[in-house]
C-alpha cells in the first residue's frame, strides 16, 4: 500500500471535533481519533448548517404518506427539504470524497436502525430507517466506504470499512491518470485482495480490465469502479481468505519442509475458527513469499490494505458477525 494515500473522509463534527449534539455536548471516539494522522477529515454538523442551533430542541424522522420527514416537534417545523438542500451544496463543495463516519442512531447521521415514528403526534409503533444526511450520502457517494461511530467498535466491521476506504482511495489516484496501464496495474496488484472479498467479482473486474470490446478508457475505468464497489459490498467470508491463502501458499509449498508446511496449515486452521485475527496467517506467508523474493506476490496490497499502524484487534463484541464462515 502506498503510505502517502490519505483518503477524504466526511466525518460528523460531534464525534470529538466539537460540542454540537442537540444537548451541547460532544462524543469523542477512540477510532476517530487515531484516525486523524491517516486521513483528511471533513466534519460536518448537518444540524447546525441548516440553521438549528446548539443547544437546539430534538428532531425525529417521521413518515407521513410514505415519505420520511425531518420533524422538529417542539416548533412543528419540518426540515427535510433544507437537509436535502445542505447535502446537495456541502457534496458540490468538498473534493471527491472516499468514506463517511457519522454518528449512530441520530435522525440525520445515522446510517440504520435510526427510529422513524409513525406518525407528528403521539402515536404507537416505530420503524427503523436511515437519516436524511445518510441517505444523501449514500445516494451521492455509492462507491464510498460509509460507517457508523458505533459499528466501528466491531473488529470485523472496522477491518472491511478501513479496506475499501484504503482501497477506493487507491482507485481514486489511477482515476486522475487516467491510464489503461495504471488500471491494469491497480487490477494486479489487488488480485488476492479481491478474489478474497469476491472470487466472481474479482474474474468480472479482469474481463473488464482485458477490454476486448475496445472502449474508451474513460468508459473501461467507469465500468471497474462499478465492478470494485460491488466487490466490496460485504465483509468476506473466512473461507474466502482461507481459499485464497492457500492459493498463495500453492507458489511455494513444494520446496516446504513438512514442519513448514503443517505450521502454516495450522495457522489457516486457527484463523477459520476464529482462534487468531487475520494478520497472523497472512504474516506467516508473507515471511515465505519475502523468502523466495517473488515480485508479483510482494506486490499485493492483501498483505496491508490499509496502514498497519491502524490495525487493533480489539472487539466490542456487542454486534454479531454479519457473515458466517
Known sequence: MDKNLKPRVIVSKCIGFDACRYNGQTLPDKFVEKLKDYVEYYPVCAEVEIGLGVPRNPIRLVLEEGETVLYQPATDTEYTQEMIDFCAACFDKIPEVDGFILKGRSPSCGTKDVKVYLGKTKVAGSVKGQGIFAAQAFKHYPHGAIEEEGRLTNFRIREHFLTKLYTMCSFRQVQKIGTMAALVEFQANNKYLLMAYS???????????????????????????????????????????????????????????????????????????????????????????????????????????????????????????????
Open 199 to 325: 472470487q466472481k467479482e474479482q474474474k468480472v473486474l479482469g474481463r473488464i480490465v482485458a477490454n476486448h470490446e475496445k472502449l474508451a478508457t474513460n468508459l473501461v475505468i467507469g465500468s471497474y469502479k462499478e465492478g470494485l464497489a460491488r466487490a466490496f459490498f460485504r465483509i468476506p467470508r473466512y473461507r474466502n481468505y482461507i481459499n485464497v491463502m492457500m492459493h498463495i501458499f500453492g507458489y511455494f509449498s513444494d520446496s516446504l519442509s513438512s514442519g513448514e508446511k503443517t505450521f502454516i496449515l495450522d495457522s489457516f486452521d486457527k484463523y477459520r475458527s476464529g482462534k487468531i485475527p487475520l494478520s497472523v496467517p497472512l504474516n506467516v506467508l508473507k515471511t515465505y513469499v519475502i523468502r523466495y523474493n517473488d515480485g508479483y506476490l510482494l506486490d499485493q496490497t492483501i498483505w496491508a490494505p490499509f496502514p498497519e499502524e491502524l490495525m487493533d484487534i480489539t472487539d466490542s463484541g456487542k454486534m454479531e458477525d454479519l457473515v458466517g464462515p
